[in-house]
């Protein structure tokens, strides 16, 4: 017998948590600034971020054998873009539309049976041809101008993209102002009529929470999150039998979902600085009858799936059991994520890397991060690849006697341990120029920023790379290697880097090589550095980088020579 059920669902919302803080700490709390969080939408202003956005879905069958046919899953997609927000001036309603056009977006990994990736890369790459006009209303509320489909769909990735843009919209986060701690009743922030996850969802929860301020580069920004929880419900599932005969109560499903958004929002400016949003929803399927085992030759022929990405779910409509008699059922997983990051038109570089370490540092007084490396979707190879047995190695400040390589004058030698596996551990040490600061430090990768005078750079190091050396010299392995490090590891390049004036070179006496390379940052600067690579005897390739988003230059080329030349590496 086949299925069809809708397994997704949009609520009416009702807000039931209570609001403010615990009466024991209303005192202290009443001495605290108190901060009113809003936001601004302002015609002739113009705001860049980088956006992030990954969805995952996931059938998972009982012990009793039940299938999808034809197969609907695991299905998982990660994009990115750059979106630009312009606010236009309001109507006579007060409404004021925002036009939001795409640019540099790229698919970072699809695999999918429902569409091929060439389809999801075309989709993708087509929200670049006109604006996405957006509506925020005189009282904050926000809204998609013009939409034709109706709902969200999951298998389309510009509609995350879309979403995660409305986000960056909303304005209006507490209704007066609050203190640290303080926590309210939302008014449908972020859950939207159009998301058809939510559809018949009831809401037994929902919040909105000032956490604290903290620094970012300087700027003290409020850290705001919010949760929507909606309790299981059960929902009819609609079947249709063999023939198309309709059975209007074929099953039932349990449905869950979770909202998340994390965000911080500059008081000074009044617009949003960053942006994480979370959802997953659970939905579990179970008949109400045994499955029929009549033979498969007997169902209709299934249509033609080449359209299915058109649709907000997946027609799970085919389902056969191996064992008849019995009541199987499956459960389905989807989950989806988004960042986004303000670009500002002036000092790109720290900012960027001032957001990442607080996307990966725990809240002093609870130990939150807000964003468990562990939970996400978004790719991150340096923290995929990582063995959990393996302990981190964090950076250290060596002195010359502890490296053969010598430290040139006014430079500071630093030493990183470097673990990809169990199996490879190696101590990496590399003279930085100037005032160093650690921006970025994992098991697999460090970066750091040097400022020497005017110039400012950023030195990466690691991850180790696997050798593909088959049939290959050194020197062709080597620059196949470099490719693949400017294509995937410039850190905060928007596209792959180029190499030019590819050298052989020994790298504290290993084969190495040398390349200068440009890219394009994130905020569209320009980007010019060197690179360099030492082949190890341990099937591993140990890159080093040096980069800065000034004009290229002899003062730039000298002082990243210095950092690739002065690189030593021991196991």
């Known amino acids: 017998m086949k299925q069809l059920l809708a397994i997704f669902g949009t609520a009416s919302l009702a807000f039931l948590l209570g609001m403010g803080p615990a009466h024991m700490h209303a005192q202290s709390r009443a001495a605290q600034r108190k901060i009113l969080l809003q936001a601004e939408v302002k015609p002739g202003q113009v705001l860049r971020y980088e956006l992030e956005a990954a969805g995952s879905f996931l059938p998972i069958a009982d012990a009793s054998g039940a299938m999808l046919t034809p197969p609907r899953g695991p299905c998982d997609y990660a994009l990115a873009a750059i979106v630009t927000l312009r606010p236009q001036a309001a109507d006579k309603d007060g409404n004021t539309p925002v036009e939001a056009t795409y640019s540099e977006t790229r698919v970072t990994s699809v695999r999918c049976s429902l569409f091929s990736a060439a389809d999801f890369e075309k989709r993708v790459a087509a929200l670049q041809s006109s604006p996405v006009m957006f509506r925020v209303g005189p009282h904050g509320e926000t809204a998609l101008s013009h939409r034709g489909g109706g709902y969200f769909k999951y298998w389309d ?33 972020f859950a939207y009529s159009r998301d058809h996850a939510l559809k018949d969802l009831e809401l037994s929860g929902a919040d909105l929470r000032f956490r604290n301020l903290v620094q970012v580069d300087g700027k003290s920004c409020a850290w705001v999150t919010s949760q929507y929880v909606f309790s299981p419900i059960d929902l009819p599932a609609v079947g249709t039998a063999s023939g198309g005969r309709i059975v209007p109560a074929a099953g039932n499903n349990a449905v869950a979902a979770v909202l998340h958004i994390s965000l911080l929002l500059d008081p000074a400016s009044h617009h949003v600085a960053w942006l994480h949003r979370s959802q997953t929803i659970d939905n579990k399927l179970t008949l109400a009858s045994p499955y029929d085992d009549s033979n498969p030759a007997d169902d209709p022929a299934e249509p033609d799936d080449s359209q299915d990405w058109q649709n907000p779910t997946p027609d799970m409509s085919s389902r056969r059991s191996d064992n008849p008699g019995r009541y199987p059922f499956m459960t389905f997983h989807f989950q989806e994520e988004a960042r986004a990051r303000l670009l500002p038109n002036e000092r790109s570089v720290e900012w960027l890397a001032a957001l990442k370490r607080f996307e990966a540092t725990p809240e002093p007084e609870s130990g939150t991060i807000p964003v468990p490396v562990t939970k996400t979707l978004l790719p991150n190879q340096m923290i995929q690849a990582a063995k959990p047995a393996v302990v981190k190695r964090t950076s250290r400040v060596v002195v010359d006697s502890d490296s053969l390589v010598a430290t040139p004058a006014g430079f500071t030698r630093y030493e990183k341990g470097l673990c990809r596996d169990e199996w490879f551990c190696a101590t ?69 880097g180029i ?67 002065s690189v030593s590496l021991r196991r």
């Open 499 to 565: 190499g030019t004036n590819f050298a052989s070179a020994t790298l504290d006496g290993y084969p190495g090589l040398i390349t200068d390379f440009s890219a394009t940052q994130r905020d569209l600067a320009d980007i010019h550095g060197v690179l360099g690579l030492m082949l190890t005897p341990w099937g591993k390739v140990v890159p080093v980088s040096c980069s800065s988003d000034h004009a290229a230059s002899q003062d730039l080329q000298a002082v990243c020579e210095k950092v690739i030349t």
């Open 157 to 189: 990735g510009g509609d995350l993209l879309r979403k995660v843009t409305q986000d960056l919209l909303q304005t209006e986060f507490s209704p007066q102002p609050v203190a640290d701690g303080a926590s309210w009743k939302p008014r449908g922030q």
């Open 428 to 496: 990496v040490s590399v003279a930085l120029p100037g005032d160093v600061q650690v921006e970025e430090d994992t098991p697999l990768q460090a970066v750091y920023l040097g400022k020497k005078g005017d110039l400012l750079v950023s030195v990466s190091v690691g991850p180790a790379l696997d050798r593909r050396s088959q049939g290959l010299t050194e020197d062709e392995e080597l620059k196949r290697q470099a490719n693949y490090y400017l294509a995937n590891y410039v850190w905060l390049a928007a596209k792959p």
